[in-house]
């Protein structure tokens, strides 16, 4: 079993920047694909960015591509969503994701390939 604990979400102007961060529970955290999505209030849960096992390979929807970085300290236990250049479109709650499975990118943007779920931290960008 893994929890995942989100933390660093918060009220910013446009064009600023957060960095959000999560915490995983148990031994194995290092072999599993993280991840975070994101749903804004009316919309559909959707895929922002994931890390690989390693770090070596990251993937990002357009949208954020270029403003956002996915990176993860496996001593730690811990990834990370530095996002930058905020628009007020970021706005919604983001969600760590673990998956035990090695994704490539067209999997990793799937909601069901994803075993455990955060609880959610909020991110609104004032226009």
């Known amino acids: 079993q893994v929890q995942l604990v989100e933390s660093g979400g918060g009220l910013v102007q446009a064009g600023g920047s957060l960095r959000l961060s999560c915490v995983a529970s148990?031994?194995?955290?290092?072999?599993?694909?993280m991840g975070w999505f994101r749903q804004a209030p009316g919309k559909e849960r959707e895929f922002v960015a994931a890390?690989?096992?390693?770090?070596?390979?990251?993937y990002y929807t357009d949208s954020v591509k270029g403003r956002f970085t996915i990176s993860r300290d496996n001593a730690r236990n811990t990834v990370y969503l530095q996002m930058n250049s905020l628009k007020p479109e970021d706005t919604a709650v983001y969600y760590c994701v673990a998956s035990s499975a090695t994704l490539g990118f067209s999997r990793a943007r799937e909601r069901r390939e994803y075993d455990y779920w955060g609880q959610g931290t909020q991110v609104t960008v004032s226009s």
């Open positions: 890390i690989g096992w390693s770090g070596g390979q990251t």
């Open positions: 148990g031994r194995t955290f290092s072999s599993y694909t």
